[in-house]
């Protein structure tokens, strides 16, 4: 017997037992089974009994009901079939009630089709006339198709006759719609029967040859020779004289179902005893073959190796503490001892072969050398490069290639001669215009000697080495990282700018999928971007730069930008990715934007901070520009004359640089909002042109304006400041020559120029608006309010300029396509103001502020222009003064807060309720607030802002006083910013 028959037998004697208790178990679970099946079979039956005797119970309460009712006790028939028509709403659908007469005929019913009915035939019925008990008649048929199960009862008269009674038919399809049919397993069988074995019901049903329902057969008709009479359905009856009804029940229960899954669970067992049967017999097997039969064929295979003459085969076991792997290591010492004397016996016949078949097949140029360098053999091959037409042998080698004494060929010749080593190079030899491979191996005779021809493959290597070590030094020296993939996304390159950009060395990256040097949630994006394109789709992404996150060796993720060229090799397809580390410029960006934030933020708290300061720096400036204008008055014809107009020009220009700085601050805090209407262009360009062409003409400059007929859209007062401060540019910046204010219609906009033949500027300038370009008067602060209005109004502007040659400054503002009425000329206005400033028109003009110097200026410059003055400090002392007066004022200029918490408007209003409603009023302000210009607007009045100038407030008095109610209406200083 075998070492694996022997293991298998304890493995058989253990499991036996299992076998046994399994067996067992089987037996005992199928005779429980049986038990069961028959105690679920009567428990069944003994629902089904109770479930029909609640339902047998309300048809009785339902005929007692009715035979207590007036109508039938009465005999009243129409009262019955009313009260039946009244009640067949709440009976079920299968039971129908009917009342008879002692004979049987039915006189009224839940259904008007039985009323006349003749049930005296009934004998089962109509037995009910003799006993006050609630009898179960039989089986009847109703009509063509329907069946029923008859109950009765009798009733009596109000006499205490009985009179008939009441039959209630139930509808046998009822038993089909039970609970106690519907709701049995689908291997339990019911057939209920009446007295006469009729059957009323039966689950399932099965239809007989003729196709006809079991129910309406007889018990006796159904056992017909196709049933088996050794049914394996387990049955619990009730017979007719148990059960209250009278009703004979059957309740079988087909115990092949359980069988089934006795028989299932058996075959379980069997499979689970015979798999674990059959794991044991294979763990013995395996265990068997493992340590028993593979050392024995080991050593077996080895043995016949060796008699086959194959001494380096081994027994290998792994095992070496066993029997097995003793026995084995003597084996393998044995062989290792033939096969060290097998070896020495074949050296020389082997060495011989080779010999011999490479002298005899090799393509190479052979030759032989014996110690005294000469040539000892030579082979065609080697002839045939050399000199195929001389007989080289016994020649030495350097005369039959002299070129190579001295060189290289030499020197590696005498090397492995006198080293006993092999030697490799290549040489070229100009005599030939050949480069040979030379190969040489030191023999116990000499040298043997092999070249071949290798000039063509040469002169390629040394283009693709120069080709490639150009290309090499272009990646190797490369600032950017360039990763080149396959198709399938492999890594075949990597550059030593990668290198540093991700932490990985050539060796180890190369291989993998590009996917490593990407963060997890991206990997998914680029396989679907590579099968994307191999299959034709979104090929935008060759050629095109990206930014995404790049994922360092250390597993860190860094910002870079990625651009991808194709190329291909053959028929392969590869790719290139140029990688740049932006992280420095990410962080270069994010601390440019803080310092802008910063920046802004200053620029704000500092624009906020000239806001709130404007009524203060406004004050004093006024005070000047008022006395120095006043002063200038007063030294007409006197020498002083000329340094009093250098004082105006100063406070001029200081007035002018406090405008444009507050301008900016309230612009750059935010606090101008532009109120968008639609007015001719010519109204705005007419004023300002009238309102400068004086200042020019007194510099020597021609000021000229073309009128236009159109409607523009756009914040007058806002639009006007602008024009204003591209008209003091240009008067700054143009000593002699002309300006021209003009318009120009474009697509859907109005181009309002202002050309001037001034000094011109750089275009650097003209983009910033920054300072003027000569370094003279001004700081350009007036251009900087226009680049910020414009932008506010959302008008663009453009400069046209070249130092020299003048400038060209055009605001484009939205055109609106409805022509003006012409307006009358420049000139017209001009002279309409002249017929106006008649001395002996001068009016009596009201001032009220509560700084005394700025009151007092005020005050000389107006009796400086030939007005009567009523100056005041308060609103009472101002009423005071007009009310003792005896000429109503023309004009009321008052400062916006007085002494004593009072306002400009409300001393205006004082003094009209006791001069009269009709006298104009302005209101000067340091202050530029939203609300406060809302207010002072909505209450009709003037509004200047501080400083203003004694021109502009000469102009401005000039049309309220003298100018009368139709010049007042041309736009003043209404502005939020100042003129």
Same mark, same amino acid.
């Given at each position: 017997m075998s070492l694996l028959s022997r293991l298998f037998i304890p493995v058989l004697v253990a499991i036996l037992p299992a076998i046994g208790f399994g067996i067992f178990d089987e037996?005992?679970?199928?005779?429980?089974?049986?038990?069961?099946?028959?105690?679920?079979?009567?428990?069944?039956?003994?629902?089904?009994?109770?479930?029909?005797?609640? =339902?047998? #119970?309300? +048809? /009785?309460?339902? &005929?007692?009901?009715? *035979?207590?009712?007036? @109508? $039938? !006790?009465?005999?009243? %028939?129409?009262?019955?079939?009313?009260?039946?028509?009244?009640?067949?709403?709440?009976?079920?659908?299968?039971?129908?009630?009917?009342?008879?007469?002692?004979?049987?005929?039915?006189?009224?019913?839940?259904?008007?089709?039985?009323?006349?009915?003749?049930?005296?035939?009934?004998?089962?019925?109509?037995?009910?006339?003799?006993?006050?008990?609630?009898? =179960?008649? #039989?089986? +009847? /048929?109703?009509? &063509?198709?329907?069946? *029923?199960?008859?109950? @009765? $009862? !009798?009733?009596?008269? %109000?006499?205490?006759?009985?009179?008939?009674?009441?039959?209630?038919?139930?509808?046998?399809?009822?038993?089909?719609?039970?609970?106690?049919?519907?709701?049995?397993?689908?291997?339990?069988?019911?057939?209920?029967?009446?007295?006469?074995?009729?059957?009323?019901?039966?689950?399932?049903?099965?239809?007989?040859?003729?196709?006809?329902?079991?129910?309406?057969?007889?018990?006796?008709?159904?056992?017909?020779?196709?049933?088996? *009479?050794?049914?394996?359905? $387990?049955?619990?009856?009730?017979?007719?004289?148990?059960?209250?009804?009278?009703?004979?029940?059957?309740?079988?229960?087909?115990?092949?179902?359980?069988?089934?899954?006795?028989?299932?669970?058996?075959?379980?067992?069997?499979?689970?005893?015979?798999?674990?049967?059959?794991?044991?017999?294979?763990?013995?097997?395996?265990?068997?073959?493992?340590?028993?039969?593979?050392?024995?064929?080991?050593?077996?295979?080895?043995?016949?190796?060796?008699?086959?003459?194959?001494?380096?085969?081994? $027994?290998?076991?792994?095992?070496?503490?066993?029997?097995?792997?003793?026995?084995?290591?003597?084996?393998?010492?044995?062989?290792?001892?033939?096969?060290?004397?097998?070896?020495?016996?074949?050296?020389?016949?082997?060495?011989?072969?080779?010999?011999?078949?490479?002298?005899?097949?090799?393509?190479?140029?052979?030759?032989?050398?014996?110690?005294?360098?000469?040539?000892?053999?030579?082979?065609?091959?080697?002839?045939?490069?050399?000199?195929?037409?001389?007989?080289?042998?016994?020649?030495?080698?350097?005369?039959?290639?002299?070129?190579?004494?001295?060189?290289?060929?030499?020197?590696?010749?005498?090397?492995?001669?006198?080293?006993?080593?092999?030697?490799?190079?290549?040489?070229?030899?100009?005599?030939?215009?050949?480069?040979?491979?030379?190969?040489?191996?030191?023999?116990?005779?000499?040298?043997?000697?092999?070249?071949?021809?290798?000039?063509?493959?040469?002169?390629?290597?040394?283009?693709?080495?120069?080709?490639?070590?150009?290309?090499?030094?272009?990646?190797?020296?490369?600032?950017?990282?360039?990763?080149?993939?396959?198709?399938?996304?492999?890594?075949?390159?990597?550059?030593?700018?990668?290198?540093?950009?991700?932490?990985?060395?050539?060796?180890?990256?190369?291989?993998?999928?590009?996917?490593?040097?990407?963060?997890?949630?991206?990997?998914?994006?680029?396989?679907?971007?590579?099968?994307?394109?191999?299959?034709?789709?979104?090929?935008?992404?060759?050629?095109?730069?990206?930014?995404?996150?790049?994922?360092?060796?250390?597993?860190?993720?860094?910002?870079?930008?990625?651009?991808?060229?194709?190329?291909?090799?053959?028929?392969?397809?590869?790719?290139?990715?140029?990688?740049?580390?932006?992280?420095?410029?990410?962080?270069?960006?994010?601390?440019?934007?803080?310092?802008?934030?910063?920046?802004?933020?200053?620029?704000?708290?500092?624009?906020?901070?000239?806001?709130?300061?404007?009524?203060?720096?406004?004050?004093?400036?006024?005070?000047?520009?008022?006395?120095?204008?006043?002063?200038?008055?007063?030294?007409?014809?006197?020498?002083?004359?000329?340094?009093?107009?250098?004082?105006?020009?100063?406070?001029?220009?200081?007035?002018?640089?406090?405008?444009?700085?507050?301008?900016?601050?309230?612009?750059?805090?935010?606090?101008?909002?532009?109120?968008?209407?639609?007015?001719?262009?010519?109204?705005?360009?007419?004023?300002?042109?009238?309102?400068?062409?004086?200042?020019?003409?007194?510099?020597?400059?021609?000021?000229?304006?073309?009128?236009?007929?159109?409607?523009?859209?756009?914040?007058?007062?806002?639009?006007?400041?602008?024009?204003?401060?591209?008209?003091?540019?240009?008067?700054?910046?143009?000593?002699?020559?002309?300006?021209?204010?003009?318009?120009?219609?474009?697509?859907?906009?109005?181009?309002?120029?202002?050309?001037?033949?001034?000094?011109?500027?750089?275009?650097?300038?003209?983009?910033?608006?920054?300072?003027?370009?000569?370094?003279?008067?001004?700081?350009?602060?007036?251009?900087?309010?226009?680049?910020?209005?414009?932008?506010?109004?959302?008008?663009?502007?453009?400069?046209?300029?070249?130092?020299?040659?003048?400038?060209?400054?055009?605001?484009?503002?939205?055109?609106?396509?409805?022509?003006?009425?012409?307006?009358?000329?420049?000139?017209?206005?001009?002279?309409?103001?002249?017929?106006?400033?008649?001395?002996?028109?001068?009016?009596?003009?009201?001032?009220?502020?509560?700084?005394?110097?700025?009151?007092?200026?005020?005050?000389?410059?107006?009796?400086?222009?030939?007005?009567?003055?009523?100056?005041?400090?308060?609103?009472?002392?101002?009423?005071?003064?007009?009310?003792?007066?005896?000429?109503?004022?023309?004009?009321?200029?008052?400062?916006?807060?007085?002494?004593?918490?009072?306002?400009?408007?409300?001393?205006?209003?004082?003094?009209?309720?006791?001069?009269?409603?009709?006298?104009?009023?302005?209101?000067?302000?340091?202050?530029?607030?939203?609300?406060?210009?809302?207010?002072?607007?909505?209450?009709?009045?003037?509004?200047?802002?501080?400083?203003?100038?004694?021109?502009?407030?000469?102009?401005?008095?000039?049309?309220?006083?003298?100018?009368?109610?139709?010049?007042?209406?041309?736009?003043?200083?209404?502005?939020?910013?100042?003129?």
């Amino acid at each position: 017997m075998s070492l694996l028959s022997r293991l298998f037998i304890p493995v058989l004697v253990a499991i036996l037992p299992a076998i046994g208790f399994g067996i067992f178990d089987e037996f005992d679970a199928r005779s429980t089974a049986g038990a069961n099946v028959r105690a679920e079979a009567a428990q069944l039956r003994d629902t089904i009994q109770a479930e029909q005797a609640r =339902v047998f #119970d309300g +048809i /009785r309460q339902t &005929a007692l009901l009715v *035979a207590a009712s007036a @109508a $039938v !006790r009465d005999g009243d %028939s129409h009262g019955c079939q009313a009260f039946l028509d009244r009640s067949a709403a709440a009976l079920p659908r299968e039971q129908i009630i009917s009342v008879t007469d002692r004979v049987g005929t039915v006189v009224c019913s839940s259904r008007p089709d039985q009323v006349g009915r003749p049930l005296g035939s009934r004998f089962d019925l109509m037995a009910a006339l003799k006993t006050d008990r609630f009898l =179960v008649g #039989d089986y +009847i /048929r109703m009509g &063509a198709s329907g069946a *029923a199960l008859p109950f @009765a $009862v !009798r009733y009596q008269g %109000s006499d205490g006759q009985v009179r008939g009674i009441v039959a209630v038919m139930l509808d046998v399809a009822w038993w089909k719609t039970d609970r106690s049919f519907t709701g049995l397993p689908e291997n339990v069988s019911l057939t209920v029967a009446d007295r006469t074995g009729t059957i009323l019901a039966r689950r399932p049903d099965p239809a007989d040859q003729a196709g006809r329902s079991a129910v309406g057969r007889t018990l006796e008709n159904l056992a017909a020779p196709g049933v088996p *009479a050794d049914s394996p359905v $387990v049955q619990a009856t009730v017979q007719p004289s148990a059960s209250p009804q009278g009703l004979f029940i059957v309740v079988g229960i087909d115990p092949r179902d359980i069988q089934r899954g006795l028989d299932s669970a058996t075959l379980r067992r069997v499979l689970f005893l015979t798999g674990g049967l059959a794991a044991a017999l294979l763990a013995a097997a395996f265990l068997g073959q493992r340590f028993i039969r593979r050392p024995v064929s080991a050593l077996v295979e080895a043995s016949a190796r060796w008699g086959a003459g194959d001494y380096r085969a081994r $027994v290998g076991l792994s095992d070496d503490r066993s029997e097995f792997g003793v026995l084995a290591r003597a084996f393998d010492a044995m062989a290792e001892a033939l096969e060290r004397r097998e070896k020495e016996r074949g050296v020389v016949d082997d060495t011989a072969r080779k010999m011999a078949a490479v002298l005899e097949s090799s393509t190479d140029g052979i030759c032989e050398i014996d110690r005294d360098w000469c040539i000892s053999f030579m082979n065609g091959r080697a002839r045939a490069i050399v000199d195929p037409d001389r007989d080289m042998i016994g020649i030495p080698l350097f005369e039959v290639f002299p070129e190579a004494a001295g060189g290289l060929v030499q020197r590696e010749c005498e090397r492995a001669m006198a080293e006993r080593v092999p030697v490799s190079f290549e040489e070229y030899f100009g005599v030939h215009d050949r480069w040979l491979s030379i190969r040489a191996f030191p023999t116990s005779d000499g040298l043997m000697i092999c070249f071949q021809d290798v000039t063509e493959g040469r002169r390629a290597d040394q283009h693709s080495a120069w080709a490639e070590a150009h290309n090499r030094a272009i990646v190797s020296t490369a600032p950017d990282g360039m990763v080149v993939i396959d198709e399938r996304g492999v890594i075949q390159s990597f550059n030593p700018a990668a290198e540093r950009l991700f932490g990985y060395q050539s060796g180890e990256i190369v291989g993998c999928n590009v996917t490593v040097l990407m963060p997890e949630r991206d990997r998914a994006v680029h396989d679907g971007y590579i099968w994307n394109y191999r299959h034709g789709a979104d090929r935008n992404v060759i050629g095109k730069g990206r930014k995404l996150e790049g994922r360092r060796k250390d597993g860190s993720t860094f910002p870079l930008e990625l651009s991808v060229a194709e190329w291909k090799d053959g028929c392969r397809r590869f790719f290139t990715g140029f990688m740049r580390d932006v992280t420095v410029r990410h962080e270069a960006d994010a601390v440019v934007k803080a310092a802008g934030a910063e920046a802004e933020q200053a620029v704000l708290s500092k624009s906020r901070l000239l806001a709130a300061a404007s009524h203060d720096l406004r004050q004093p400036v006024q005070s000047l520009l008022f006395l120095s204008a006043a002063l200038a008055d007063g030294l007409r014809g006197h020498p002083m004359l000329p340094l009093a107009g250098s004082i105006d020009q100063a406070t001029d220009a200081l007035k002018r640089l406090l405008d444009g700085l507050l301008d900016i601050s309230r612009l750059d805090a935010a606090a101008v909002t532009p109120r968008i209407t639609v007015f001719p262009a010519d109204t705005l360009v007419g004023k300002v042109s009238a309102e400068y062409g004086q200042r020019a003409e007194r510099q020597g400059v021609s000021l000229r304006t073309v009128g236009c007929s159109m409607r523009i859209a756009s914040d007058p007062a806002l639009l006007e400041t602008i024009l204003r401060n591209l008209i003091e540019n240009a008067l700054r910046h143009t000593t002699q020559g002309r300006i021209l204010i003009g318009c120009r219609r474009m697509s859907g906009t109005l181009r309002i120029d202002v050309m001037d033949t001034g000094i011109g500027t750089t275009p650097g300038w003209s983009d910033s608006f920054a300072q003027c370009p000569d370094g003279g008067e001004g700081m350009g602060l007036g251009m900087a309010v226009v680049r910020r209005l414009a932008a506010l109004l959302g008008h663009r502007i453009t400069v046209e300029s070249a130092p020299g040659h003048g400038s060209r400054v055009s605001v484009e503002v939205p055109l609106v396509d409805l022509p003006c009425p012409k307006r009358s000329t420049t000139e017209e206005v001009a002279a309409a103001a002249e017929e106006r400033h008649d001395p002996d028109t001068r009016g009596l003009v009201v001032i009220l502020d509560d700084e005394a110097i700025i009151l007092m200026g005020l005050r000389v410059l107006l009796e400086s222009w030939g007005y009567q003055v009523i100056s005041a400090m308060s609103l009472d002392e101002a009423v005071q003064q007009v009310a003792d007066g005896t000429r109503s004022p023309d004009l009321i200029v008052a400062d916006y807060r007085l002494a004593d918490g009072n306002t400009g408007p409300e001393a205006i209003d004082a003094i009209r309720e006791i001069a009269g409603p009709g006298i104009p009023g302005i209101v000067l302000t340091g202050d530029t607030a939203p609300g406060i210009l809302e207010r002072v607007g909505r209450r009709g009045f003037g509004i200047l802002h501080k400083p203003v100038a004694a021109n502009d407030l000469h102009r401005i008095v000039l049309e309220y006083v003298e100018g009368g109610a139709e010049a007042r209406q041309i736009p003043t200083s209404t502005a939020a910013l100042t003129m």
